[in-house]
């Protein structure tokens, strides 16, 4: 059986925390045989001890470089795993981690003498998959399970936790990205820089098949050499086209605000954009590129035939056959990397089947120039790459419903068909919760609306002293609250922290969870990655509702698609989100809170109703920005008039 969850981190839950009470229910229940679990991650975290070897000695690149390489040395003859998760990386240090890693195009485990004598980490971890009951994975190793070379044993049963997830992860999973650099890296691996006759695998080839003791190598030699001073002009003309193409698709976006804008400028291809003249020349650019990307290809088809044709001994101990293995590996490698490119321009340039959503986009800071595609819809290819691989499929998450109903998840999944178990939540929320909506708010549109979100918070979180989390859908609005409140609460002795402004997520949430009194303002992955139990974290604001972002090019495009966007994608999208937000207040069944919705839409308009409706029930409560701070300060047990906390305990209040 095969558990999936959606990151790293939780997987790793997934084993420290709740594998342990699976344990204990299977024991108690009579089972005596001892249950095997292992954890299977992509092949990307597995240290490649081939690599390692061969790269340790390289010319150290900068400090990142030289900390991870005295990492590696220090780790490797203690670990048993292999995992990069043991050597807890930072940023910098991950960047380097790339060169040394499991990679499927290089690496051929019948050849490779560290998987021979059975030392390689990743086989070592299949292994153990291999012969595991469970095996605990994540949503990215699932999805790509057929494309990376089956990295998962055969299962009969899958579990897919955090299901809300899925479509999100399968859009990104079937999703790519081409820029300038990612055209020119394959060919730079094949073919050395123009004029110049030394590195790439072309020449390297060429010298290879020059020295080989086969006669037939020698023979081929001078076409060999003529194919890579060829290459090495194409490898020019990728360059400049490649460079050209970026620069026109560039031309479609708005231009730069400013030197350094923090984020990205997209734009979608739309067909009314495809049939214009500009699209045309691009398109003509293109298929000049496309020439030169094709006349790479061949050659190195050329050369892999060349190379196969040898006549040289299937031994590993001779190191003419060890050097034609691995020119034959890194060549099938980078030939493959390259022709993945070239397909994804052909659909992005090519006839567009309407399958697919493609966009321009200039990335934040660096400017850099891309196309981009997605999937419009996942369904069909989770079936054909997911659900088809399992006798039984169990999708679970706290937050798939809506308004009491599996529709919109069953429709966005392809799983109309599939059986239905809805199962309520563990916590009493009438008793522990408090939902409050300030009916005076402005419309979250009015231009005062952020003053008074400010204003409101200020008293609000003096009631609740601190202990509170505020989910926002926008940095910009982080922003302005920050600068607003902070210095006014840290005079009540209330601290107050911004994502991305007073530390990493970690560290923001450690503080949260230790220090008393503490305000997190958050967007984004604090919706639903923040987990502090207790009164730490006491109270829940929402500033606005959390729909989704309209000019989101695959959203866009999925609207297109729909009679009713808003009521079909915009408003359950943002229920499930909501439901997300909701759900860091409640942790346990001793927890007690009070959520807030600062947007008036929840009971003004008739969407409203499917978000509240999609909440356990709950007390609730609708009243004035007045009232808000002492209804707080009294279902929290503290009391705002006199600034202190009652004496009850949080057993007694209840
Ligand atoms: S089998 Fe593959 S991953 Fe393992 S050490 Fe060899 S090349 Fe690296």
């Known amino acids: 059986?095969?558990?999936?969850?959606?990151?790293?981190?939780?997987?790793?839950?997934?084993?420290?925390?709740?594998?342990?009470?699976?344990?204990?229910?299977?024991?108690?229940?009579?089972?005596?045989?001892?249950?095997?679990?292992?954890?299977?991650?992509?092949?990307?975290?597995?240290?490649?001890?081939?690599?390692?070897?061969?790269?340790?000695?390289?010319?150290?690149?900068?400090?990142?470089?030289?900390?991870?390489?005295?990492?590696?040395?220090?780790?490797?003859?203690?670990?048993?795993?292999?995992?990069?998760?043991?050597?807890?990386?930072?940023?910098?240090e991950e960047a380097h981690w790339r060169k040394f890693a499991s990679e499927r195009g290089r690496c051929s485990p019948k050849r490779c003498p560290y998987a021979r004598v059975n030392q390689c980490f990743l086989y070592r971890a299949r292994h153990l998959a291999a012969n595991a009951h469970i095996v605990i994975a994540n949503h990215s190793l699932v999805l790509s399970n057929s494309t990376q070379g089956f990295v998962l044993p055969p299962f009969e049963h899958l579990i897919i936790d955090e299901a809300h997830h899925l479509e999100g992860e399968a859009t990104s999973q079937f999703s790519w990205t081409v820029n300038g650099s990612t055209i020119e890296e394959p060919v730079r691996a094949l073919i050395s820089p123009d004029g110049v006759l030394q590195g790439g695998y072309f020449s390297t080839t060429s010298s290879f098949l020059a020295r080989s003791s086969d006669s037939n190598a020698v023979k081929n030699t001078p076409l060999a050499r003529e194919k890579a001073a060829l290459g090495s002009q194409q490898s020019g003309i990728v360059s400049s086209l490649a460079g050209a193409l970026m620069a026109r698709l560039g031309e479609f976006l708005p231009p730069p605000r400013g030197m350094r804008q923090s984020f990205s400028d997209q734009l979608r291809v739309t067909e009314a954009m495809r049939a214009r003249g500009p699209w045309h020349e691009l398109v003509l650019t293109w298929e000049q590129l496309d020439a030169a990307l094709l006349q790479i290809l061949d050659s190195g088809r050329w050369f892999l035939k060349t190379l196969d044709a040898l006549s040289l001994p299937d031994d590993d101990t001779n190191p003419e056959s060890q050097q034609r293995d691995e020119l034959t590996m890194e060549l099938q490698s980078s030939l493959e990397d390259l022709t993945t490119v070239r397909l994804q321009l052909v659909k992005a340039f090519g006839q567009d089947d309407g399958t697919r959503v493609f966009w321009i986009e200039r990335s934040p800071v660096q400017a850099v120039i891309s196309i981009n595609g997605a999937p419009l819809d996942v369904s069909d290819l989770l079936r054909q790459e997911v659900f088809n691989d399992?006798?039984?499929?169990?999708?679970?998450?706290?937050?798939?419903?809506?308004?009491?109903?599996?529709?919109?998840?069953?429709?966005?999944?392809?799983?109309?068909?599939?059986?239905?178990?809805?199962?309520?939540?563990?916590?009493?929320?009438?008793?522990?919760?408090?939902?409050?909506?300030?009916?005076?708010?402005?419309?979250?549109?009015?231009?005062?609306?952020?003053?008074?979100?400010?204003?409101?918070?200020?008293?609000?979180?003096?009631?609740?002293?601190?202990?509170?989390?505020v989910l926002f859908t926008s940095h910009s609005a982080l922003q302005a609250t920050h600068r607003a409140i902070k210095?006014?609460?840290?005079?009540?002795?209330?601290?107050?922290?911004?994502?991305?402004i007073d530390g990493s997520f970690r560290q923001i949430v450690e503080q949260l969870r230790n220090n008393p009194g503490t305000v997190v303002l958050g967007t984004s992955s604090y919706w639903e990655g923040v987990d502090v139990v207790g009164p730490a974290l006491s109270l829940l604001v929402i500033v606005k509702l959390p729909f989704p972002v309209p000019s989101d090019p695959v959203f866009e495009a999925r609207c297109e698609l729909s009679n009713d966007p808003f009521n079909e994608l915009s408003v359950p999208q943002a229920v499930l989100r909501f439901k997300q937000g909701f759900g860091r207040l409640i942790r346990s069944s001793t927890d007690r809170g009070v959520c807030v919705v600062l947007d008036r839409r929840i009971i003004s308009r008739r969407y409203g109703d499917s978000f509240l409706h999609s909440l356990p029930a709950t007390t609730f409560q609708v009243g004035s920005t007045y009232d808000l701070p002492l209804a707080t300060a009294r279902w929290l047990g503290t009391d705002a008039a006199r600034g202190e906390t009652l004496s009850m305990s949080w057993g007694e209040q209840w």
């Open 1 to 92: 059986m095969v558990v999936s969850t959606d990151t790293i981190s939780l997987q790793d839950q997934l084993y420290g925390k709740d594998l342990p009470d699976v344990r204990t229910v299977l024991r108690e229940s009579g089972q005596t045989e001892e249950l095997r679990v292992a954890v299977m991650k992509g092949r990307a975290n597995y240290l490649c001890l081939r690599r390692w070897f061969e790269h340790m000695d390289d010319p150290i690149e900068d400090v990142a470089d030289a900390s991870l390489r005295a990492k590696i040395l220090l780790w490797l003859p203690h670990t048993q795993t292999g995992d990069k998760a043991e050597l807890r990386m930072n940023r910098e």
């Open 487 to 500: 210095r006014p609460l840290e005079q009540k002795n209330i601290a107050v922290l911004g994502q991305r």
């Open 390 to 469: 399992a006798k039984t499929t169990v999708l679970t998450s706290a937050t798939l419903m809506i308004d009491g109903s599996f529709d919109y998840i069953a429709d966005r999944l392809g799983l109309r068909d599939a059986t239905q178990l809805p199962l309520g939540s563990p916590f009493d929320h009438e008793r522990s919760t408090l939902v409050f909506v300030p009916d005076d708010m402005p419309d979250p549109n009015h231009q005062n609306f952020q003053a008074t979100v400010n204003a409101t918070l200020l008293d609000l979180l003096a009631a609740s002293k601190g202990r509170a989390l």
